[in-house]
C-alpha cells in the first residue's frame, strides 16, 4: 500500500510541476526540414529528479530502488531511471545486496527492474557481479542474465555467460562457459 501512496505523490508532484512549466507560452522555433525529422519517441507523462522507491513486506523493508532521475510514460506502466541504485534488504533489514547501473527500467504492475550500462552488484559477504544487463525479478527476489559475467571474491574470479542468483547471493547459478580462476595470495 505504501508504494502505491509513494508513486502516487510522485506522479502528483510531477503533474502539477509539468502544470505549472507548461502554462508559459514556449518559443517557438523553425519547422525541421525533413532531413532533420525524425520519428517522435513516446512523450513522457512525468519526468521528474531524485526517486526513492521503497518495497515493504510484513511491514520491513524488503528493497528498495534510487535514481537521480525517472521519467514515467503514459502508453506503458514503466519508469526509465538514470543512474540507478536498487538495494535489497534480509528480514533484520540488513543490507544484503547493492546494485548500480547507469540506466534501469521499473515496471510499474510487476515491479521487476531492468538494469544495463556497467551494472555491478556488491553483496554483503563480499561477493562482486559484474555484467552490462541484468533483471531483478521482484516476486520471485532473483537476479538474472543472458551476458557475460564476472564474479569476484577475494582471490577468485569466475567468468562465464548467464546467471540467475538469489537476492542474498547464497546461491549463484551461472548457465554456461564457466571459467573459475585462483590467484596466489601475496601472503604465501
Given amino acids: 500500500m505504501k508504494k502505491i501512496v509513494v508513486i502516487g505523490l510522485l506522479i502528483l508532484a510531477g503533474g502539477l510541476l509539468s502544470y505549472a512549466l507548461n502554462r508559459t507560452?514556449?518559443?517557438k522555433s523553425p519547422?525541421?526540414?525533413p532531413a532533420q525529422e525524425e520519428i517522435p519517441e513516446e512523450e513522457a507523462a512525468l519526468e521528474t529528479k531524485g526517486i526513492h522507491?521503497?518495497?515493504m513486506e510484513k511491514g520491513k523493508k524488503n528493497w528498495e530502488l534510487r535514481s537521480e532521475s525517472a521519467r514515467q510514460y503514459?502508453?506503458?506502466k514503466r519508469v526509465e531511471l538514470e543512474p540507478v541504485e536498487l538495494i535489497a534488504?534480509?528480514?533484520e533489514e540488513k543490507v544484503i545486496l547493492k546494485l548500480k547501473a547507469k540506466r534501469g527500467k521499473l515496471d510499474l504492475n510487476t515491479e521487476n527492474v531492468e538494469v544495463e550500462g556497467e551494472v555491478m552488484i556488491t553483496s554483503?559477504?563480499?561477493v562482486e557481479v559484474a555484467t552490462e544487463r541484468l533483471r531483478w525479478i521482484a516476486k520471485e527476489k532473483k537476479l538474472i542474465t543472458d551476458e557475460e559475467i564476472e564474479i569476484s571474491k577475494d582471490n577468485i574470479l569466475i567468468t562465464?555467460?548467464?546467471l540467475e542468483a538469489a537476492k542474498d547471493m547464497e546461491k549463484i547459478e551461472i548457465k554456461e562457459n564457466v571459467r573459475i580462476e585462483i590467484k596466489e595470495s601475496a601472503s604465501r
Fill in 25 to 27: 507560452a514556449p518559443e
Fill in 31 to 33: 519547422p525541421p526540414s
Fill in 53 to 55: 522507491h521503497k518495497i
Fill in 74 to 76: 503514459k502508453e506503458e
Fill in 89 to 91: 534488504y534480509d528480514e
Fill in 124 to 126: 554483503s559477504q563480499g
Fill in 160 to 162: 562465464g555467460k548467464g
